[in-house]
């Protein structure tokens, strides 16, 4: 009798207290994006943005803490951009040209979500403040989906830290 794996889209809500463009801008601006994207002790030297349907932003990530990982390479594949509204990619890591490599490559599970629909949304809560959506599709369960939900959860809270300093 063979084994199904759960596969569950892993969700977070947050509230920012900070406008929908200040929050837009800190995931489509390349040098906002390195200020806050990745969970704690890690950082990001590289954000190529490319925000047109169909372009990829590249994304790099890497610790002084945890040199074993080494620097790992993300794209995010545009499909659907309504400004100040909603961002939808595909998700894959890559190499440092942002050509797609197995999950293995960085020493990660097999199943490990590759062409991975992300969807952020932005909703204006009024009074300066704004409801963030992630939504990441298709996550099986285990170790790589908790992981997966700390390290977003991190970069959410270095978000909020940076948003809250630039007040």
């Known amino acids: ?16 207290d900070a406008p929908v463009d200040k929050l837009w801008n800190a995931w489509t601006d390349e040098e906002m994006l390195k200020k806050w994207w990745g969970p ?3 950082y990001t030297t590289i954000a190529n943005v490319n925000l047109n349907s169909g372009r990829k932003t590249l994304l790099n ?3 002084k ?7 790992m390479y993300s794209t995010w594949e545009y499909r659907n951009i309504i ?3 909603r961002l939808e990619f595909l998700h894959n890591l890559t190499d440092e040209q ?4 197995d999950p293995t490559e960085y020493d990660l599970p097999q199943d490990f979500p590759q062409n991975q629909l992300q969807i952020i949304t932005f909703k204006d809560l009024g009074n300066g ?4 959506t992630v939504t990441e599709k298709d996550w099986v369960m285990g170790k790589t989906y908790e992981n997966a939900k700390q390290g977003m959860e991190e970069s959410l809270t270095k ?7 630039k007040k």
């Open 129 to 132: 403040q704004t409801e963030l």
């Open 98 to 101: 942002g050509q797609p490599l």
């Open 159 to 165: 978000l909020a830290q940076l948003l809250e300093n």
């Open 1 to 16: 009798m063979g084994k199904d794996k759960e596969i569950k889209n892993l969700v977070i809500k947050r509230v920012f």
């Open 61 to 63: 990530l890497t610790s």
């Open 40 to 42: 704690f002790d890690f």
């Open 83 to 85: 400004f100040s509204k």
């Open 65 to 71: 803490k945890y040199p074993e990982y080494g620097t």
